[in-house]
């Protein structure tokens, strides 16, 4: 039996039995994910039409049947839907000189973060000299393939372009990969979960499990390729959104390098494990994973 309140259309009654059990008005916020204390708050007056078009598309109320529901009836575990993740851009490009300005693929905007992965064949490896750059691995070698790979979320005035430049001085050709994507965490873009590395002498780049530490994770599978212009290689099962490139050094591919990029959203939380990437060359490589935590 239900209680309803004084002056509640007798209509309601039907609408109550449409949402499920009653409690008191309620939504949950698109930030919270799983149902935890402070998840839930009162509908405020200025939420209710995006409640009541909710309600319409996922309860498949009619719209009066909705109005009624948010004013009368309780609105059991309402969620706001979230953006989740967007690619804004994805570009490859060769770097062979300091002070390279490479544009930024797909008109980023605030809160955007873009994504910059390079390698080449040694540890003449180029890195973003444009301001507010965070490091999420780096390495430098004569004897394996070199690579940056750094993030940075869009100010108020996003950026155009990314200048890369060589610590040394010296460059090699480097094989420079960008992705921008929507959606990301302000505060702790990368989860509060450190990147896992990995590194082999044959084969192809294999990034090793890692677990996020938030529901709707997307991971990151990170690899640089030595001595090889790879043009077949592939993203790792089940993971998506692939870019690679290759750095076609004049020396051949003896001094080459392939950078690869994929990714895979995770609903829940879980180790996330990619296989190796996918190709036909075989040689010594390096490996990055890293995931972002949703907005």
């Given at each position: ?53 909710d309600l319409v ?191 076609e050094s004049d ?37 990055v994973s890293f ?5």
């Amino acid at each position: 039996m239900i209680d309803l309140p004084p002056l509640m259309d007798p209509g309601a009654l039907s609408d109550a039995r449409l949402l499920g059990q009653p409690k008191p008005a309620i939504w949950r916020p698109a930030e919270h994910a799983l149902l935890r204390p402070g998840a839930f708050r009162p509908v405020e007056r200025a939420e209710r039409p995006a409640v009541i078009a909710d309600l319409v598309r996922t309860r498949r109320l009619t719209t009066e049947q909705a109005r009624r529901a948010v004013l009368f009836v309780p609105v059991v575990g309402w969620r706001g839907e979230t953006a989740g993740w967007s690619l804004v851009g994805s570009s490859g490009a060769i770097v062979v000189n300091n002070g390279t300005n490479l544009t930024l693929p797909g008109l980023p905007a605030e809160a955007d973060i873009v994504i910059v992965a390079q390698g080449c064949d040694s540890e003449h490896i180029v890195a973003p000299n444009t301001s507010g750059y965070v490091v999420i691995g780096s390495s430098g070698s004569n004897s394996s393939p070199g690579y940056e790979l750094h993030y940075k979320i869009m100010g108020s005035t996003p950026d155009s372009f990314v200048s890369l430049n060589a610590a040394n001085g010296a460059i090699q050709a480097n094989a420079v990969v960008i992705q921008v994507w929507r959606g990301v965490d302000q505060t702790n873009p990368l989860d509060s979960v450190a990147p896992t590395k990995a590194s082999g002498s044959s084969g192809l780049p294999n990034a090793p499990a890692i677990t996020p530490s938030t529901d709707g994770a997307l991971v990151f599978a990170f690899g640089v390729l030595d001595d090889d212009d790879d043009l077949t290689v592939a993203a790792p099962s089940g993971y998506s959104n692939f870019q690679f490139q290759i750095s076609e050094s004049d020396s051949g591919s003896a001094s080459g390098a392939t950078t690869m990029l994929a990714s895979k959203e995770l609903p829940v939380v879980q180790s996330a494990d990619p296989s190796a990437f996918g190709g036909t060359d075989s040689d010594e490589w390096a490996a990055v994973s890293f995931c972002l935590r949703r907005a």
